[in-house]
C-alpha cells in the first residue's frame, strides 16, 4: 500500500509548482480537521483560495503565502528532496506548518520524515517538546529542533510504519461505511487529493463524479529546464 500510493504522492508534488501548492493545500486543509472533511475544503480553497470559509487562523496566510512562493518552494524541495532536515525546513517557511505538518508534506513530497499526529503522540508517548519550534528562532535553533522531530520519526519506525499504522487506525476508529477498503482507502485518498482527483474513497462526499479514479502509476520523468519559472 505505501511504497505504490507514495510513489504516485511523489509524481503528483514533483511535477510542477503547482503541483507542490496543490500538496502543500492539502497539508493546510487537514490542520484541525477530521480527514472526511477535506475534500470539501480542498474545493473550496481551489475556487476560493484564501477568500475560503475554510481558511481560519494561520491557514490564511499559508494560502496567500502560496500564491507568491509555489515556484521557489516547488525548486528548492526538490533540491534536497534526499534530506530529511532540509526538507522540513523548507517546508516550515509555509505559514501555518510547524514541525508535524512540516513532516506530512516532506513524506508526501519525497517518503520523508513523517507526521506525529494526536494518536502517534499517544501511541508513542513523545515528549511535546519534540514537536514544537519556534520559527522566528536563529537558523541554527530551527536546524537543531527539525533535526530532532526528524530523528525522532526515524526512531519509531520512519515513514513507512508511520503512514501504514496511521491509516490503519484511521479506518477502525471512523464511522462504518467511511472507509469502504480500510486503510487502503484512506491511504488513498491522498493520492487523489494530490493528482485532482476523487472516486469512491469516500462515497457520501463525492464532489467530482466526472472525474476518473486515477491510475496509478510511475513516472521516472524529471522536470526539464524548460519547465522552470
Not at 118 to 142: D, G, W
Request: hydrophobic share 40%; proline share 4%.
Amino acid at each position: 500500500m505505501y511504497q505504490q500510493h507514495m510513489q504516485a504522492c511523489h509524481d503528483a508534488c514533483q511535477s510542477s509548482p503547482d503541483g507542490t501548492a496543490r500538496m502543500l493545500r492539502f497539508v493546510l486543509a487537514t490542520i484541525q480537521q477530521q480527514l472526511e472533511t477535506v475534500p470539501d475544503i480542498m474545493a473550496d480553497f481551489e475556487t476560493a483560495g484564501a477568500d475560503s470559509r475554510f481558511a481560519f487562523g494561520s491557514k490564511k496566510a499559508g494560502l496567500q503565502w502560496l500564491e507568491a512562493h509555489a515556484s521557489e518552494t516547488y525548486w528548492d524541495a526538490l533540491a534536497v528532496a534526499d534530506n530529511d532536515v532540509e526538507l522540513l525546513k523548507v517546508f516550515l517557511r509555509v505559514p501555518g506548518l510547524g514541525l508535524v505538518k512540516a513532516g506530512f508534506a516532506a513524506q508526501l513530497f519525497a517518503g520523508r520524515v513523517g507526521c506525529l499526529d494526536v494518536h502517534n503522540i499517544r501511541l508513542y508517548n513523545v515528549r511535546e517538546q519534540v514537536l514544537r519550534v519556534n520559527k522566528n528562532a536563529k537558523p541554527e535553533t530551527i536546524h537543531r529542533r527539525a533535526s530532532e522531530y526528524a530523528e525522532t520519526c526515524l526512531r519509531l519506525g520512519g515513514p513507512v510504519s508511520l503512514w501504514a499504522h496511521w491509516c490503519e487506525y484511521k479506518a477502525e476508529v471512523s464511522p462504518a461505511g467511511n472507509w469502504p477498503e480500510g486503510g487502503e482507502s484512506v491511504s488513498m485518498l491522498h493520492v487523489e487529493a494530490l493528482h485532482g482527483t476523487w472516486w469512491h474513497t469516500l462515497p457520501q462526499f463525492m464532489l467530482y463524479e466526472e472525474t476518473p479514479r486515477y491510475e496509478l502509476h510511475a513516472h521516472d520523468e524529471e522536470p526539464t529546464d524548460g519547465q522552470r519559472q
